[in-house]
């Protein structure tokens, strides 16, 4: 089971920042915080991850609390290009492999 | 440098009969995991395979099989196909490396229509 929950779906209007929420409150110390979008049956599309401090990339800026328990995906100036399905993924250190659990993600919706 | 490619993108097969999906990695990737998308369950990981070996698998039955050979192109084969297989087939890969916060990266998958 996916260990985050995120809200089912939000609007943004164009131009705005879309501030998007997920809990993970029993995320373990080893465990990073993943960022993935997927836009309408593409493959997804890795966007930003942390460990504990915010992270600040071209395309998004990832903030997480100091408990770590939540964390938001900011996406300081959406467009229409930005609708999408945006999945918060926690996956730590595996003794075998690697693989992300995903969960239903939030679907973005960017209005003109 | 190219990113994962999937071929084929689209297939349209019958019960009964059996499939074979090809991922070609991103270039010094060794890791390439495998997951099936559909509309009911979502995302979700049926293997990984590293170093020609199987690593990790997913809750899958035994129709789902794969391979990865020593330049690190991964194929997967469903057997027996089943109306419940059609679904979005979604490659990726990674350095493989068995620390945290590493990033896979995905392929545009193989979509699968079983009649």
């Not at chain 1, 809990?23 to 460990?51: A, K």
């Not at chain 1, 408990?67 to 996406?75: C, E, G, N, P």
């Not at chain 2, 991103?26 to 170093?51: A, C, D, K, M, N």
């Not at chain 2, 099989?65 to 192109?73: A, I, L």
């Amino acid at each position: 089971d996916a260990k985050t929950t995120q809200p089912t779906s939000m609007d943004c209007a164009e131009g705005r920042a879309a501030n998007l929420p997920c809990n993970h409150s029993t995320i373990s110390g080893n465990e990073y915080v993943y960022w993935y979008r997927q836009i309408h049956s593409q493959g997804p599309q890795y966007i930003i991850h942390g460990l504990k401090n915010n992270e600040t990339n071209e395309m998004a800026s990832l903030i997480i609390t100091e408990d770590r328990k939540s964390s938001t995906l900011i996406l300081p100036h959406a467009t229409l290009r930005d609708t999408a399905v945006y999945y918060c993924i926690v996956k730590g250190y595996m003794d075998y492999g690697q693989n992300f659990v995903f969960g239903p993600g939030t679907r973005l919706s960017v209005l003109p | 440098k190219a990113g994962v490619t999937q071929t084929p993108r689209y297939l349209i097969k019958t019960r009964g009969q059996q499939v074979t999906l090809s991922c070609s990695p991103i270039s010094g990737h060794r890791s390439v995991s495998w997951y099936q998308q559909t509309p009911g369950q979502g995302l979700q990981f049926l293997f990984e395979y590293f170093s020609e070996t199987q690593r990790n698998k997913g809750n899958f039955p035994g129709r789902f099989s794969g391979r990865q050979f020593s330049n690190s192109r991964s194929e997967m084969n469903v057997s027996t196909l089943e109306l419940g297989d059609s679904a979005l087939y979604l490659c990726a890969s990674s350095l493989g490396g068995l620390q945290g916060g590493e990033t896979q990266y995905f392929g545009p998958g193989t979509r699968l229509l079983v009649l």
